[in-house]
């Protein structure tokens, strides 16, 4: 299973794709390095179905960040990737690892998170400048 990350009002990338061993570690550092999305609630336009913003990410049902948010999560995130000192990708592997084992956002460890899953440093800056340039993005 994989993830198709659709821009909705684009400036120049229009989408990002990533397996769901590469996702989930992404979306958990979202949900870590942007908390104000934890419990934001929001409703799908056409259909009047609420959703959570932080809950958005876990599932590949099309749900949508806003730009406003979708900005802010990349800018949380290249922040946080530039504020590490040594960003190689063992280290940011390594964090991620203990915010799993650690951290009880989302209940990670209950949904199986852990072996198997890893995103490296480049990944997450690829995804940060998406979300940046989006205008907004879908999650299918």
Not at 5 to 33: D, K, L, M, N, Q
Not at 38 to 49: A, D, N, Q, S
Not at 120 to 127: A, G, R, S
Request: overall charge negative.
């Amino acid at each position: 299973m994989g993830f198709s990350i659709v821009a909705i009002r684009p400036e120049s990338i229009t989408h990002f794709t990533c397996t769901i061993w590469g996702w989930r570690p992404i979306w958990f550092y979202v949900v870590t390095v942007y908390p104000q999305c934890v419990g934001l609630r929001l409703t799908i336009p056409e259909t009047g179905y609420p959703y959570r913003l932080d809950e958005a990410g876990w599932t590949n049902d099309g749900l949508m960040v806003p730009g406003e948010h979708a900005v802010a999560i990349g800018n949380a995130m290249l922040e946080s990737i530039n504020a590490t000192k040594d960003s190689n990708p063992e280290k940011i592997a390594k964090a991620l690892k203990n915010m799993l084992e650690h951290d009880k956002i989302m209940d990670a460890i209950k949904q199986g998170y852990g072996p198997g899953y890893y995103v490296d440093t480049q990944t997450l800056k690829e995804f940060a400048e998406f979300a940046i340039q989006s205008g907004g993005f879908s999650i299918w």
